[in-house]
């Protein structure tokens, strides 16, 4: 894998991690995860970003469900973890997964 492609991944997982960070319910399906995806990873498929979703479910940041919905397919449901908080707010590190960056 390319540097590019790697740091494409990580840069895409704490996005993802953010943006379930900053929900109520701290929770988003993969159809409204694809939109946050295209402006900060452009031109990425639907099975790209579930193979991040799982690789984050795997590493304990995310906890993803999977759903049939009638008349939209398989979706995905992803929920922050405490580990994932973790990594957003910089008590922990979750290597393959970019920094926060430091607030100004």
């Known amino acids: 894998m390319s540097s590019y492609e790697q740091r494409c991944q990580e840069d895409a997982r704490l996005a993802i991690l953010a943006e379930l960070a900053q929900q109520r319910d701290a929770t988003l ?4 995860l694809t939109t946050l995806i295209e402006q900060v990873v452009p031109r ?4 790209w970003i579930e193979t991040q979703l799982d690789w984050l479910d795997t590493m304990g940041a995310i906890r993803v469900t999977r759903s049939e919905l009638p008349g939209l397919g398989p979706v995905s ?3 922050i973890t405490r580990a994932g908080r973790d ?6 590190v979750i290597h393959g997964i970019t ?4 607030a100004e």
Not at 29 to 32: D, E, I
Not at 99 to 102: C, R, S, V
Request: proline letters at 5%; zero cysteines; charged letters at 40%.
């Open 87 to 92: 990594h957003v707010e910089r008590r922990i």
């Open 99 to 102: 920094l926060p960056a430091d």
């Open 77 to 79: 449901l992803a929920t």
């Open 44 to 47: 990425r498929t639907r099975e």
């Open 29 to 32: 399906n993969s159809r409204s």
